[in-house]
T-cell receptor, first 113, second 117 residues
């Protein structure tokens, strides 16, 4: 079985500062990794995904994530955040089509002016 | 591409009535759709997997007679909350998989906030 742990429930950060949202996963088989973002009262939107190949994945809105197989991590980073990045971020794993997606508990990023 | 639309975005109903929420894949065929429930400041809780042309698969603890799911076509799945009560108030989100992409990447609807008075 797979599981996803998001180590921080809330991350407050000042505008233009860098941020890292941490995600660790466990799985005995290969999985695909995702980060989704949810703005208030909206559905989720894909930020980025790791399927295979390069371990550094770039997504939308200036976010990137690095897949680390030895540490079973997939941390999300942004070098300079904006107020508009305030949202809930979910890390997720999937074995692929036909399997359920496992979500982390979410990390609330709060960007302060 | 791969747009999923949910309707309505907000719905308020009286206790005891039934409410239907629609989830449509606008530009692709979705053989599988998922319905989630999200409580405030919490993660998504998978309620059921909706498969086109067959019965939905419900997660443990989800009442199938309470939450009726119909996936009548490759672009439409509906969730009907029957005899709604205040405890059913929640944010309901649907998602779909792009057929044959194979990765399990999900495309989400905008969500529907249900308030039962």
């Amino acid at each position: 079985a797979q599981s996803v742990t998001q180590l921080d429930s809330q991350v407050p950060v000042f505008e233009e500062a860098p941020v890292e949202l941490r995600c660790n996963y466990s799985s005995s088989v290969s999985v695909y990794l995702f980060w989704y973002v949810q703005y208030p009262n909206q559905g989720l939107q894909l930020l980025l995904k790791y399927l295979s190949g390069s371990t550094l994945v770039k997504g939308i809105n200036g976010f990137e994530a690095e897949f680390n197989k030895s540490q079973t991590s997939f941390h999300l980073r942004k070098p300079s955040v904006h107020i508009s990045d305030t949202a809930e971020y979910f890390c997720a794993v999937s074995r692929g089509e036909g399997f359920k997606t496992i979500f982390g508990a979410g990390t609330r990023l709060f960007v302060k002016a | 591409g791969a747009v999923v639309s949910q309707h309505p975005s907000w719905v308020i109903c009286k206790s005891g009535t039934s409410v239907k929420i629609e989830c449509r894949s606008l530009d692709f065929q979705a053989t599988t759709m998922f319905w989630y429930r999200q409580f405030p400041k919490q993660s998504l809780m998978l309620m059921a997997t909706s498969n086109e042309g067959s019965k939905a698969t419900y997660e443990q603890g989800v009442e199938k007679d309470k939450f009726l799911i119909n996936h009548a076509s490759l672009t439409l799945s509906t969730l009907t909350v029957t005899s709604a009560h205040p405890e059913d108030s929640s944010f309901y989100i649907c998602s779909a998989i792009l057929r044959q992409r194979g990765t399990g990447e999900l495309f989400f609807g905008e969500g529907s906030r249900l308030t039962v008075l």
